[in-house]
C-alpha cells in the first residue's frame, strides 16, 4: 500500500445508520460484492491489505460494529447473534448490494455471517470463514446467564471505562497495546496515516469489553441455530484455518478445532478447507495475498 492508500480509503468511507445506530461503513471498488465482518476488537482498518488486493475487481464493503468508530457511543446493551446478523444484511440492504454476496467474517464476524446465512437463506451466495469462532472451543456454555452478564457490564465495565482515568491511560498506551496485540497493524498504520487517534479512543476499548461480555450467549445461540436452521446445501463454504506465525510439522490444536467445525459444516453444504501457515490469527494481516486469493476464488 502507497501513501494515496488512506486518502482514497476515507473519501469511500460512510456513516450509515443502521437499525437506529451508526455505522461505519467503507464501500470501495467495483465488481462482484464481498462483504467483510469484523470480530471482536477488531475494525475496518485491519482488512486494509486484503481490501487493496480485491478492489480492482471486485466491489468490498467493510462495516463496524456500532460503538467501534471514535466518537461513537457504546451503546451498555450486549450484542446478540441475530441483531449482528441482521445488521449485516441490513448495511448490504441500505447499499444496494442485494445480489449474490460473498460474505467473510474473522473470528467472531465469522459467527455474525453464518448466524445471516442460516436466519436468512437467500441472502449470501457464498460464505469464508477465516479463523471463525468455534463455540465448542470457547466458552459456549448452556448454564450461561447472559442477564447477569449484561448487568456486569452496565453497572462495572461500562462506568469505569468512561472515567476520567481510564480514558486518560488509554490514551497513552492504547496504540502501543494494539500493535502489541496485532503485530500486523504496524504496517497498516504506516499506510493508512491517522490512525493512532482512533487507537487511544477509550471507546474502542469499551466497545471489545462488550462484546467479549455477551460472546458466550452468542456462541450459545449460534449452537441452536446450528441445531434448528441448516445452512443452504447451495451456498458453498471456505473455512480457512490459521496455523501459527512459528512454523510447526502439524496442525496447532487451534487449527484442529477449526478444521473439526470444518468437518461438522460440511454435512450441510459444501466445504473447502484451507490450513494458512506463518498466520496468527488475524489471517488478512499476517497473510493478505493469501487471504485475498481465497476471497476472489469463493467470489467466483
Not at 234 to 247: D, H, Y
Not at 253 to 275: D, F, G, K, M, P
Amino acid at each position: 500500500m502507497g501513501t494515496p492508500t488512506g486518502a482514497l480509503w476515507r473519501e469511500h468511507l460512510r456513516e450509515l445508520v443502521v437499525m437506529g445506530e451508526p455505522t461505519r461503513v467503507l464501500d470501495i471498488g467495483s465488481g462482484p460484492v464481498v462483504a467483510c465482518c469484523s470480530g471482536v476488537a477488531s475494525v475496518l482498518w485491519d482488512w486494509a491489505p486484503v481490501v487493496e488486493l480485491l478492489r480492482g475487481e471486485h466491489r468490498v464493503i467493510v462495516l463496524d460494529r456500532p460503538g467501534y468508530a471514535p466518537g461513537q457511543q457504546v451503546s451498555e446493551t450486549l450484542p446478540t447473534l441475530d441483531t449482528e446478523a441482521a445488521r449485516l444484511l441490513a448495511v448490504l440492504t441500505a447499499l444496494g448490494a442485494t445480489g449474490p454476496v460473498t460474505a467473510v467474517g474473522h473470528s467472531f464476524g465469522a459467527a455474525v455471517v453464518e448466524a445471516a446465512a442460516r436466519l436468512h437463506p437467500g441472502r449470501l451466495g457464498s460464505l469464508v470463514f477465516l479463523d471463525g469462532s468455534v463455540p465448542e472451543a470457547e466458552g459456549a456454555d448452556w448454564a450461561h446467564d447472559g442477564a447477569r452478564a449484561a448487568g456486569r457490564f452496565r453497572h462495572g465495565t461500562h462506568p469505569a471505562v468512561r472515567s476520567t482515568s481510564v480514558r486518560v491511560l488509554w490514551q497513552l498506551v492504547g496504540p502501543a497495546v494494539s500493535v502489541a496485540l496485532v503485530p500486523g497493524r504496524r504496517g497498516v498504520a504506516r499506510a493508512m496515516g491517522g490512525l493512532r487517534a482512533e487507537g487511544s479512543s477509550s471507546n474502542t476499548l469499551l466497545a471489545s469489553l462488550r462484546d467479549l461480555a455477551g460472546y458466550v450467549a452468542c456462541m450459545n445461540r449460534l449452537r441452536e441455530l446450528r441445531g434448528r436452521m441448516p445452512l443452504e446445501s447451495g451456498v458453498p463454504l471456505t473455512v480457512v484455518a490459521a496455523n501459527g506465525r512459528v512454523p510447526r510439522p502439524g496442525l496447532s490444536r487451534w487449527a484442529r478445532h477449526v478444521l473439526a467445525q470444518a468437518a461438522r459444516l460440511a454435512q450441510e453444504t459444501s466445504v473447502r478447507r484451507v490450513v494458512v501457515s506463518r498466520s496468527g490469527h488475524f489471517v488478512m494481516l499476517d497473510q493478505p495475498r493469501r487471504t485475498a486469493e481465497l476471497i476472489a476464488e469463493a467470489a467466483r
